[in-house]
């Protein structure tokens, strides 16, 4: 509704600035939503602020969706100018930086169209070449990320957590699977248990460990100032070495891939050194093809963390890593595949919602969404 109303406002006041950083924001969110969803309100929604009092909303199609929001990202930054009315200290991504709101809206196009890699192969190999080509980050300078305040209110969401309960833990999967890879991340990602050992907990299992055993998340993504990803350069690098890899763009696949690596690290401040030892590890260095794609898959997943939609989508899309259901995990040992819609919305906007599922096979947590064919 925010940024229906930003939109709006930029259109009234002849801002085409304004109006595309909303038509940026409302793509990014949008993703996230038919993502987790499926087919979802987005044709419609919010006119009922307009021409009350029509406040059902037909639901479009995920294909329709995401064709919409690929076209809408193009028109936005064929609307941004350096010189244009803009928003500077409101702006707490790019600080009122038209060409680095272009890169981040190229590189949204880029996450969308290889998320069609294997429903529409042919679609996702025309967006994402002609978003590379538009221009997307080229460093960790472009990352769009929200960065929090060591303020007492402004804080980050972990770090307000902890101030008040000491009951979590990371993930087994993800400490296991840095282990296995000898991954300098692994002290950056978590922290020691009181024996100093990195602990995670298995997903799906209701045994709680002592807390003593297990560790916390790491200082980096747990302290007060610490930022929330939106999209990085280390993302982007990853797409374009699997497009590449899939011959859709030009580029070598392995350099991309080491480059991604290697931006992800360097925003963690991990050593050179450490980095260089990494990618000269057989299990890390770049092997092409079949091997070579799911090699991107995981490390793309490894340098998610803190950004659990689009990992979540990504780990959907590709099937990797391989994760297993927990010992304790209803629903027939089987992950979930997508979110259920709210009983809110089945009373509210029942026709829609009803005839939604129809054309989804139900739309169970089990029903995977349109892009999902793994």
């Known amino acids: 509704r925010d940024l229906y109303e930003v939109k709006q406002k930029g259109r009234e006041a002849e801002w085409p600035n304004v109006e595309a950083v909303g038509m940026i924001l409302t793509a990014w969110i949008m993703q996230a939503v038919t993502d987790l969803w499926g087919d979802t309100g987005y044709s419609q929604a919010l006119l009922g602020r307009d021409s009350p009092p029509d406040m059902t909303v037909e639901y479009d199609t995920q294909e329709d969706i995401y064709n919409a929001l690929m076209s809408e990202l193009g028109s936005a930054v064929a609307m941004l100018s350096p010189s244009g009315a803009r928003i500077d200290d409101g702006d707490l991504l790019y600080e009122g930086d038209m060409d680095r709101w272009r890169l981040f809206a190229n590189s949204l196009r880029l996450r969308m169209a290889m998320r069609l890699s294997e429903v529409a192969p042919?679609?996702?190999?025309?967006?994402?070449?002609?978003?590379?080509?538009?221009?997307?980050?080229?460093?960790?300078?472009?990352?769009?990320?929200?960065?929090?305040?060591?303020?007492?209110?402004?804080?980050?969401?972990?770090?307000?957590?902890?101030?008040?309960?000491?009951?979590?833990?990371?993930?087994?999967?993800?400490?296991?699977?840095?282990?296995t890879l000898s991954d300098p991340r692994l002290p950056v990602y978590a922290r020691p248990n009181q024996s100093g050992e990195y602990n995670g907990t298995q997903n799906g299992d209701m045994t709680d460990p002592p807390?003593?055993?297990?560790?916390?998340?790491?200082?980096?993504?747990?302290?007060?100032?610490?930022?929330?990803?939106?999209?990085?350069?280390?993302?982007?690098?990853?797409?374009?070495?699997?497009?590449?890899?899939?011959?859709?763009?030009?580029?070598?696949?392995e350099l991309l891939y080491n480059d991604a690596i290697t931006a992800a690290m360097t925003l963690l401040e991990i050593p050179s050194a450490d980095i260089d030892d990494y990618l000269a590890q057989p299990r890390v260095h770049y092997q092409g093809g079949q091997a070579g794609l799911n090699q991107i898959y995981l490390q793309k997943w490894i340098a998610l963390f803190g950004n659990g939609p689009e990992a979540y989508a990504e780990?959907?899309?590709?099937?990797?890593?391989?994760?297993?259901?927990?010992?304790?995990?209803?629903?027939?040992?089987?992950?979930?595949?997508?979110?259920?819609?709210?009983?809110?919305?089945?009373?509210?906007?029942?026709?829609?919602?009803?005839?939604?599922?129809?054309?989804?096979?139900?739309?169970?947590?089990?029903?995977?969404?349109?892009?999902?064919?793994?």
């Open 122 to 179: 042919t679609t996702a190999a025309t967006e994402a070449s002609n978003a590379i080509s538009a221009g997307v980050f080229t460093s960790n300078l472009d990352n769009a990320m929200v960065q929090f305040v060591d303020n007492g209110v402004d804080v980050h969401p972990i770090y307000g957590y902890e101030r008040n309960r000491d009951d979590h833990s990371i993930s087994a999967t993800l400490v296991d699977t840095l282990k």
């Open 315 to 374: 780990w959907r899309r590709t099937g990797i890593p391989h994760l297993q259901s927990g010992p304790d995990a209803i629903n027939d040992g089987r992950i979930p595949v997508r979110l259920p819609y709210p009983d809110r919305e089945k009373s509210l906007n029942r026709e829609a919602v009803e005839a939604a599922m129809a054309r989804q096979s139900g739309a169970t947590i089990n029903t995977p969404v349109w892009w999902d064919m793994n």
């Open 211 to 253: 807390l003593t055993e297990v560790s916390r998340i790491g200082t980096w993504f747990s302290s007060a100032d610490t930022p929330t990803i939106l999209m990085s350069y280390a993302e982007v690098l990853f797409l374009r070495a699997e497009a590449a890899e899939r011959g859709w763009v030009s580029g070598n696949a």
